[in-house]
């Protein structure tokens, strides 16, 4: 699974830390939870900096060349997860 992560400067800016492929070596963890969980405990925004990219999102990125339709589709999947846990936390 690949997650991508992130932070929100006070400004509102959006900053990509790093793509990550958290499937172990063995296959143990194909959706990521695992991987998910570690992060949520040993970060301390709680989650709030990493999301998970769908399948069909994932499919979208590698299909797609033009680096603008690449950083839209990435601040698409960031925006709409910061959305979401705004939501929650509100």
Known sequence: MLFIEYDVTP????ELVAL???VEEDGEDEDGSAW??????EFDD???GSVGVSP???ALLES??????LRGI???IILDDRS??????T
């Open 74 to 76: 990435v601040e698409r």
């Open 84 to 89: 979401a846990k705004e939501e929650v936390t």
């Open 36 to 41: 998910l969980a570690w992060r949520r405990a």
């Open 11 to 14: 400004e509102g800016v959006i």
């Open 46 to 48: 709680d989650g709030m």
């Open 64 to 69: 797609t060349e033009d680096p603008d339709a």
């Open 56 to 58: 069909d999102d994932l």
């Open 20 to 22: 990550v492929n958290a």
